[in-house]
């Protein structure tokens, strides 16, 4: 069997087995950015379906999805925001500039739609999700040049008890890789 490193040079033996996972060293793609991009898309896509929306995916400036639920009138035009973060980072804020909230109002204005966020954090081993009104976001994120969607505990905490703010988490976990 062999012996895998982690962050700090530990050993461990791939594919061994116990409740503690093998912990690798990251190194990225040089695509690996436009990939998460594609992956947070589909992957909003796909929850929204899962739970009874009618969407599309747009390939739009300021706008990626747009969907509807069938108990609603209101149609949802979506730009979809995401990060991957390597260990130790997984606080980071995201950050999204003034210009994109300006292109979401512009494309949804065209499309007749209501103007949302979709956030898709890849914080190491979880896979965190949220969909939020456009103006909830601006009003959770901060105002200035630029917005920041927070990730430290106490706003996790605050999404999640924010109706508003609807959420969906992936716990992750690899058994065995190269």
């Known amino acids: 069997m062999a012996t895998l490193r982690d962050e700090q040079g530990q050993g461990a033996k791939a594919g061994s087995s116990g409740s503690d996972e093998v912990l690798l060293k990251i190194s990225k793609s040089s695509r690996h950015s436009k990939i998460t991009g594609d992956f947070a898309e589909r992957l909003i896509l796909y929850w929204l379906s899962k739970h009874g929306f009618e969407c599309a995916f747009v ?21 979809v925001k995401s990060r991957s973060r390597t260990p130790g980072t997984e606080g980071v804020s995201l950050t999204v500039g003034k ?8 494309a949804c ?17 979880r896979i ?7 103006s909830k976001f ?12 927070r990730m430290g505990d106490d706003r996790l905490k605050r999404y999640e008890a ?13 058994t065995t890789w190269w």
């Open 59 to 79: 390939d739009h400036t300021g706008l990626d999805i747009i969907a509807k639920h069938p108990d609603s009138p209101e149609r949802m035009g979506i730009s």
């Open 99 to 106: 210009g994109e909230l300006t292109k979401l109002a512009k």
């Open 109 to 125: 204005e065209s499309f007749g739609c209501v103007p949302y966020f979709a956030i898709v954090i890849d914080a190491g081993k």
């Open 128 to 134: 965190h999700g949220w969909i939020v009104p456009k």
């Open 138 to 149: 601006e009003e959770l994120c901060g105002g200035g040049a630029y917005l920041h969607w």
């Open 162 to 174: 924010d109706p508003e703010v609807k959420a969906f988490e992936f716990t992750t976990r690899t």
